[in-house]
Structure formats: C-alpha cells, structure tokens
C-alpha cells in the first residue's frame, strides 16, 4: 500500500509537505509546482485516487473569451464567470482570470488546470501550446479540441427538440426558426450553429411545413434577431407562421421589438420561445419564454470535471451535456404550464 513516505521518496519533498498538499491543510502555502507535483505523483502511484475530489485546494485560471460589454449576447458568460467565483469558494479553489490564451500560457506553470469560458475560437497552435503549458483544462460552452480539453456544455440539439414538441403540443403547426452563424468544433468550422442543424433534421423527420420559414445567419444579436424576423415577414406577407422558435435570448430581443413594430400580436398571432433565460426574458413585452441554462450547474461540473482530472480520474476526455428547463412567461405557454408570473 502506498503511504506518504513513499510519495516523499518520489518526490524528494519531506513527508510533512506532502502530507499537508494532500491533507488541504489551508494554512499551509506552497508553490503550485510544487503542489502539482505532488498530486501527480501520488496519483501515479495510486494514492490520489482514493481522496476526496474537493480535499486538496488548488489554484485554477480561466480563460475568459469574451467581452463582458457586448450587451445580451455575452451576459450568459458574465452569468457563468460569477457562479464559477461562487463555486470555486465553495469547493477550495482559488481563481484567476486572462484575458488572453497567450497570457495564460506564459504563466501556466503557476496553476492546477484552467477552465475557458466563451466562444471565441482559437487557433489550433494556441490550443497546442495551451496544452502543452496546461494539460488540465475545461471549455465551457464550446469544445475546440476534443481530444485536448475536457467540456462542459448545455444540451441545445435536445433543447431544440423539446421545444418543437411542446409548441406542437400546443397546437403551434407552422413553426419558424431564427438562429445565428455556425461554430468551431475541433479543427473543424459548421456552417451551421447545432441549434440550427436540430430544427431542421427534426422539421423534416415530423414533416413540419419549413419552406421559407428559417432564418438563420449574421452575430447572435438584438439587431440580427430583428433584421431576420424583419426579412422573414416580409417574405412571407400575411402567411405568418404560428410560433418563432429562437436560438437566443440575444436574438429574441430583436424579435420580439420586430414584430411589435409591425403590430403583430405575441402569443395571439405568433408565439415566441428563446434559449438562455436571461435576465432580460423578465423585462421584454411580453415577457419571454425561455429554456433555462443554468450558469451554477454550469460551473459546478466543470470545476468537479477539471478536479477529477487533476487528480488522474480519467484516461480519456469526457464531454459533458447539461439538460435545461423551460421558464414559461406570456410569450409561449404550453399546453401543460402556467405562465410565471
């Protein structure tokens, strides 16, 4: 059985320092180095694995890729920075924030791992040099390198899914679809955004009506959001479809200012459903309805993803999809809820 002197041994480190990382001694202070390699140590030797994921602290970066002043678009991620503030406390751990991955690199030997949080896309030597100087690492929201990094990601494909139903289900027929630009996955670029991809693969496996009825392109913005409806109304004169499923809060906004603007009655001629659940769904007219992501989960599993792979849990990245959950307002109401109040 291994014991502590032998990671001592191992480490040429004095068995009280290693039994102080490993305790989470909280008045104990050590460079990260040399915490990290005792950790790896005594999980090479199989120590490690049998202590608990939130008992040693440790000294995590993130990465934040995005701008915090891009209004709603961006008020997601500001949402999820501040539960990974919350939970980190919670669970030992001390962050510190980038702005950039090339800062990160350049000070990567100071942390444990690092979690990114945004969805600008970096390039594939950025990635590989972050890897090599942070081996450890969680993406939230988006997965760059899959076979690098860890992720932790809500489930927008099943999201889009259960929102075509419960429209439906509602007796919302002719449903439309406005969404934004595509996004990065490995080394790979989609055209389409994967919210995107669901809405039309389950439109045509339900045989639903959507010719002319998707519009889905530009920045997910309030003034894309409004641009798209605006286009899409004008295509389509009086056939106005019966509900408007949108990729994003960002882009709902637009929508629904858009159709105000034309007189166009919200729930009665066209139902709007959105995805994020941001604060601003309270404040629109009417108030949105909107599939909840919810940021303390978020930043729950990718602290608790990142420790575990600290530690040496896994052999293999694991990719995480988190489910979300309706908030029904006036804006859409189902067939089986009472709008919130």
């Not at 990260?32 to 694995?49: C, D, K, W």
């Not at 980190?88 to 991955?101: G, H």
């Not at 641009?227 to 499923?245: F, H, N």
């Amino acid at each position: 059985m291994v014991n502590l002197g032998d990671i001592a041994k191992a480490t040429g480190f004095s068995k009280a320092t290693v039994s102080r990382v490993l305790s989470g001694d909280p008045s104990f202070t050590a460079k990260e180095s040399t915490r990290h390699r005792v950790i790896q140590v005594a999980n090479e030797l199989g120590y490690a694995l049998r202590t608990s994921r939130s008992s040693i602290p440790l000294t995590i970066a993130v990465l934040e890729n995005f701008d915090p002043s891009n209004g709603p678009q961006d008020s997601y991620f500001s949402d999820v920075r501040e539960a990974l503030r919350e939970r980190a406390a919670e669970n030992m751990m001390s962050l510190t924030f980038f702005p950039d991955v090339r800062a990160l690199v350049e000070a990567g030997q100071d942390y444990s791992g690092f979690v990114s949080l945004g969805p600008a896309p970096l390039t594939r030597d950025n990635l590989e040099a972050l890897h090599e100087a942070l081996p450890h690492g969680v993406f939230i929201d988006i997965n760059p390198a899959p076979t690098l990094f860890h992720s932790v990601r809500p489930d927008l494909q099943q999201t889009v899914i259960e929102a075509i139903y419960a429209l439906r289900e509602s007796g919302r027929e002719r449903i439309a679809f406005i969404g934004g630009d595509g996004h990065v996955m490995g080394s790979h670029v989609f055209g389409q955004d994967p919210r995107t991809v669901a809405f039309d693969e389950w439109a045509r496996l339900l045989a639903m009506p959507i010719e002319g009825l998707v519009r889905a392109s530009g920045p997910f913005s309030v003034d894309n959001g409004r641009r798209q409806v605006d286009e899409l109304v004008e295509s389509l004169g009086e056939d106005l479809p019966d509900a408007i499923l949108v990729a994003a809060d960002s882009l709902a906004v637009g929508v629904l200012q858009a159709l105000s603007a034309r007189a166009i009655r919200v729930p009665d001629q066209v139902a709007v459903v959105s995805i994020d659940n941001l604060e601003v769904c309270q404040y629109t007219a009417p108030p949105l309805s909107s599939y909840a992501i919810k940021p303390s989960e978020l930043a729950e599993t990718s602290l608790m993803l990142l420790s575990d792979s600290i530690v040496g849990r896994f052999t293999h990245k694991h990719h995480v999809l988190l489910s979300t959950q309706l908030v029904a307002r006036q804006s859409f109401v189902p067939a089986t809820a009472e709008p919130e109040s």
